[in-house]
């Protein structure tokens, strides 16, 4: 892939982010006028926690942590447009993928907006698959981020980005959802949660040991810091969560990506 059309794709999903926030934006101020954002009863979460101001379930925060991002995901593909405009990097090429991942998860904010969770339809289903997809991609797309660094594989790009894509749609389709319960981060609750959060745990290890073994010191530190702090906000229904992960995610990915740069100049 040349570097033009690289500049391309990243062009078209930044303008992607920016009319998506846009529009999100303007539903979620007509619907904060109307008193039309109904929070789901009775959701589940993932974890209990002391009864503390800190850890306490608030629905804000789950809003809050699902539109940061979305604004995350605009940031730095704006930040990697301008900064890598001229910069033949592989490792940029797929965390890209990591960037629409994030994307994905700014879907949540559709089933309190429209009431979802209230009957089963074909658009929530949708949105289901949309958020599973983007959970899928970002372990994935942070391995690929940290094992394919050579210029030489540069040119297997679009066959692992069409790979990675096809793989992820089949996975999406194949993992039922049950549509009847919806965790405190406005989400819908899959099938066989435990497997897949193996699995996913996993995947993020070895990229983690990945960009340990090529002695990429630095962004082994912050890549471990972009997976524990994306871990924190997916999960974020609290107010420390949402801060701790929100703060730790841009900090660490500011730090990736400016050692990234460093490395090709």
């Given at each position: ?5 690289r ?20 539903l ?23 009864n ?84 899928f ?24 980005y ?34 897949f ?69």
């Open positions: 892939m040349t570097l033009r059309i500049n391309r794709i990243i062009l078209l999903l930044l303008f992607t982010s920016i009319l998506f926030s846009l529009v999100i934006s303007f979620y101020i007509y619907a904060f006028i109307k008193s039309a954002i109904v929070p789901p009863l009775s959701p589940t979460r993932f974890f209990t926690s002391p503390i101001f800190l850890l306490r379930y608030n629905f804000c925060f789950s809003l809050l942590g699902a539109a940061l991002f979305m604004l995350y995901s605009l940031f730095f593909l704006f930040w990697i447009f301008v900064r890598f405009e001229k910069t033949q990097s592989p490792e940029i090429f797929y965390f890209c993928l990591f960037l629409c991942s994030t994307l994905c998860e700014a879907f949540r904010l559709f089933i309190p907006l429209f009431a979802l969770w209230q009957t089963y339809s074909d658009t929530l289903l949708l949105i289901g698959r949309i958020i599973l997809f983007g959970k991609l970002a372990p994935i797309s942070l391995l690929m981020s940290s094992l394919f660094t050579s210029e030489n594989q540069m040119q297997d790009f679009e066959k692992n069409t790979i990675v894509i096809t793989v992820g749609i089949a996975f999406t389709l194949l993992v039922p959802l049950n549509t009847s319960n919806i965790s405190t981060t406005c989400a819908i609750v899959w099938g066989f949660p435990k497997p959060f193996a699995i996913r745990t996993l995947i993020f290890i070895t990229a983690i040991i990945s960009a340990l073994i090529k002695r990429q010191t630095k962004n082994y530190i912050s890549l471990s810091l972009i997976i524990v702090s994306y871990a924190i906000l997916a999960s974020a229904d609290n107010l420390l969560f949402f801060l701790t992960g929100s703060t730790l995610l841009f900090i660490s990915t500011h730090r990736f990506l400016a050692d990234t740069h460093k490395l090709y100049y």
